[in-house]
């Protein structure tokens, strides 16, 4: 009886290790054919979040915005999955330039030829203009030709309302183009006095009018046309295909204008 007893005892030992074992090969073979086949590749896609409606952080640090939606639409058509780091935005193109990211998401204007030269730009988007902006109760000035030499002209770096303030200050049309980091130092600067205007894209200014009425205002006529895109390392030609394909699909399939529809009502 004793015998017996042990003899079964061992023989369930080497059963239960038997299975064990197979049990961690299977484990491992599983992880390799769901791990590396079917999980969609994550992109990091980089913009500058105080740019509402395109780019913007919600109440919990979420960047989210016109941009993050379409490429999200677009990311779930073609199979991939995006994350978001907001960085400033003369630094856009220098991490897509050397890999540190895949996509830029930003409301940038593709069709602007030194940009052209260091990555490659998805089919635009949203055309959009640039504008001047003033404090609401400014009433001398109402257009680009209203501003003189001794006017600070505010706009974001990098920008091509940087571009714009920048050409007036060397012009000696204004006395200086203030160049700061982030959109919202823009206005405000505007606001408080500091800054005689703010040179900044159309849609963005109209937003901000909505949401802060009665602080700033658009005058004067438009300038500098321009045509947003995504961007991607120059020769990334798998992931422009999968941006365009999806984006062309979101088209289709009316995802863009509900889009359109939700951030620009
Ligand atoms: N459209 C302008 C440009 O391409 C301004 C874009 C600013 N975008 C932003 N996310 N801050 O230069």
Do not use: H
């Amino acid at each position: 009886m004793n015998k017996l007893l042990k003899k079964v005892l061992v023989l369930t030992l080497m059963i239960a290790m038997v299975f064990s074992i197979a049990a961690c090969g299977g484990d491992e073979s599983t992880d390799d054919e769901n791990g590396g086949g079917t999980e969609a590749v994550t992109y990091k896609a980089v913009t500058e979040a105080t740019f509402p409606p395109f780019d913007t952080v919600d109440e919990d640090g979420n960047i989210i915005g016109f941009d993050m939606d379409l490429m999200n639409a677009i990311a779930e058509d073609q199979g991939f999955k995006v994350e978001y780091v907001d960085m400033e935005f003369d630094s856009l193109i220098p991490a897509v330039e050397n890999g540190d990211a895949d996509i830029i998401t930003a409301g940038m204007n593709a069709m602007d030829p030194a940009r052209q030269a260091k990555v490659d730009f998805s089919t635009t988007y949203y055309d959009s203009k640039l504008v001047v902006v003033v404090s609401a109760e400014n009433n001398d000035i109402n257009g680009v030709d209203d501003l003189t030499a001794d006017m600070k002209v505010t706009a974001q770096i990098g920008t091509t309302g940087a571009d714009e303030a920048e050409a007036l200050a060397s012009e000696g049309k204004i006395g200086e183009a203030v160049i700061l980091n982030e959109y919202s130092s823009c206005i405000l600067q505007v606001i408080n006095g500091d800054a005689a205007a703010c040179i900044v894209d159309k849609p963005v200014a109209e937003a901000y009018i909505k949401s802060q009425d009665g602080k700033v205002k658009i005058v004067g006529d438009e300038m500098g046309a321009e045509s947003y895109g995504f961007a991607v390392q120059k020769g990334n030609t798998g992931v422009l295909e999968k941006i365009n394909t999806g984006l062309q699909n979101m088209i289709d399939n009316g995802t863009y204008d509900e889009l359109v529809a939700k951030w620009f009502n």
